[in-house]
């Protein structure tokens, strides 16, 4: 099935900081999506993009549909503590209506 | 705001046994599915559902059945629970229309099949 590539797997960064993190994958993908999971509860959605090129905010975040349209980045200005979760990135692959394709996330710590 | 819930956040079950997993959604979303997330294999689609009794397999239904006979509630059986179906199951919802790929999720009920 389509897999998605995540990166970095984690990351260890210092309250203030910006923080950058990527999807990829080896075919097209019609929609990126992002998701924020905290311990112990369901992941929560943080931006959809359904176009290539398409940058959104949503506050500190922001989140770009690569022009290939086999990737997408979420960028978090000015890290703080709260910002402690699981991020993951998900699409939805051409020809695949409904179901989604999940990175595996990447584990970000705020050290305060 | 969208609310997914799910019946249980824990639960403990003894090899063996029928479990019911339910989950309700309050915004009237046609789509409904059930995800299982285990450390390393990230969320895996086991069933989903695009209106009131009609169900699609996912990647991994085997060893569950599915149930949708009202649209806000879509439910998950394992009719023979085993030890490799300790999971967190997460229950997630979607309108229709452009918007469809945006799911919402519950909780999560964290399974433990001793």
Known sequence: GQQLNQSPQSMFIQEGE??????TSSSIFNTWLWYKQDPGEGPVLLIALYKAGELTSNGRLTAQFGIT????????SASIPSDVGIYFC??????????????KGTLLTVNP | DVKVTQSSRYLVKRTGEKVFLECVQDMDHENMFWYRQDPGLGLRLIYFSYDVKMKEKGDIPEGYSVSREKKERFSLILESASTNQTSMYLCASSPPGFSYNEQFFGPGTRLTVL
């Open chain 1, 69 to 76: 349209r086999k990737d997408s980045f979420l960028n978090i």
């Open chain 1, 90 to 103: 998900a699409g939805q692959p051409g020809g695949s209506n409904y179901k989604l394709t999940f990175g």
């Open chain 1, 18 to 23: 910006d923080v950058s993190m990527n999807c």
